[in-house]
């Protein structure tokens, strides 16, 4: 399974961006999907994952309120629609997949990422 991120770029505080992750393979509707998030000088954290019929959906504290993932699954993408961004969300945004549907928030369990897409958001 091959993930690609896209979306990311530079955004005044207060705005929006979308973010999308585009999955191959023929089995994206069984995955478990989300995103992490790597600020320069800092560890790596959890963002928000969705199941793989999109029923259920866990964001972090961090960003609940202004952050939603929702999925496509005939398009095997999935999407963080990010608004009211901060300074703060300045980061790396990681795409993740898993095959056995799992929700974790520890990047460990993920075992597909993709490459990585910048959001600089300015003050």
């Known amino acids: 399974v091959q993930l690609q991120a896209s979306g990311g770029g530079l955004v005044q505080a207060g705005g929006s961006l979308r973010l999308s992750c585009a999955a191959s393979?023929?089995?994206?509707?069984?995955?478990?999907m989300g995103w992490f998030r790597q600020a320069p000088g800092k560890e790596r954290e959890f963002v928000g994952v969705i199941s793989g019929d999109g029923g259920t959906i866990h964001i972090a504290d961090s960003v609940e309120g202004r952050f939603t993932i929702s999925r496509d699954n005939a398009k095997n993408t999935v999407y963080l629609q990010m608004n009211s961004l901060r300074p703060e969300d300045t980061a790396i945004y990681y795409c993740?997949?898993?095959?056995?549907?799992?929700?974790?928030?520890?990047?460990?369990?993920?075992?597909?990422w993709g490459q990585g897409t910048l959001v600089t958001v300015s003050s």
């Open positions: 993740v997949g898993n095959p056995w549907g799992s929700m974790s928030h520890s990047s460990s369990v993920w075992p597909y």
């Open positions: 393979g023929r089995t994206f509707s069984t995955f478990g």
